[in-house]
């Protein structure tokens, strides 16, 4: 079966520290690959995707950039965090004809 | 540009009551709508979808209506319970990547 596994759960980093989230899916080829962000009671944004490897498509302009170097990993990362970059981030994969499965998220909190 | 409208923002209901959220779109390429449920310091996960070509679909409690020409859908979760207290999110996807764009999210609290 399938799994997506996100790490860390929780992180709180000083304001222009850098930043790596890892995500990795197991039990599938090729998915579409996915990164959200939830601020504190609002919606879901998404931030980046990926439809193979080295194939990264930006949806907002903003302090985060992605990463696929292999097929079932993705990568978010900063250079410098802003205190505007806390929030809920989601990894989440698709093989295009079902809905998403997320992961269980990485709480980033930015101090 | 938000193209997917979602509301209430809160709905209270008591137990064994029905739920009702409505979501509406603008971009008529949307060709899946799925329904997310999510609990709180957890990931969304998916409760149930639809595609435009089926008018109503229903699995147990929950039944989304879809509504094409109106370009509108919702979600009735019959017989509501305490363990139904969540944020649900309806959302649509279009496109080869299959990128979701998602409604701003109803938190339903069940009395008991």
């Known amino acids: 079966s399938q799994t997506i596994h996100q790490w860390p759960a929780t992180l709180v980093q000083p304001v222009g520290s850098p930043l790596s989230l890892e995500c990795t899916v197991e039990?599938?080829?090729?998915?579409?690959l996915y990164w959200y962000r939830q601020a504190a009671g609002r919606g879901l944004q998404l931030l980046f995707y990926s439809v193979g490897i080295g194939q990264i498509s930006s949806e907002v302009p903003q302090n985060l950039s992605a990463s696929r170097p292999q097929d079932r990993q993705f990568i978010l990362s900063s250079k410098k965090l802003l205190l505007s970059d806390s929030g809920f981030y989601l990894c989440?994969?698709?093989?295009?004809?079902?809905?998403?499965?997320f992961g269980s998220g990485t709480r980033l909190t930015v101090v | 540009q938000q193209q997917v409208k979602q509301s209430p923002q809160s709905l209270i209901v008591q137990k064994g009551g029905i739920s009702i959220i409505n979501c509406a779109y603008e971009n008529t390429a949307f060709d899946y709508f799925p329904w997310y449920q999510q609990f709180p310091g957890k990931g969304p996960a998916l409760l149930i979808a639809i595609r435009p070509d089926v008018s109503e679909k229903k699995e147990g409690r929950f039944t989304i209506s879809f509504n094409k020409s109106a370009k509108q859908f919702s979600l009735h979760i019959m017989d509501s319970q305490p363990g139904d207290s969540a944020t649900y999110f309806c959302a649509a996807t279009s496109g080869s990547a299959r990128q979701l764009t998602f409604g701003s999210g109803t938190q339903l609290t069940v009395l008991p």
């Open positions: 989440a994969w698709t093989l295009g004809s079902h809905g998403y499965t």
């Open positions: 039990g599938t080829s090729n998915p579409n």
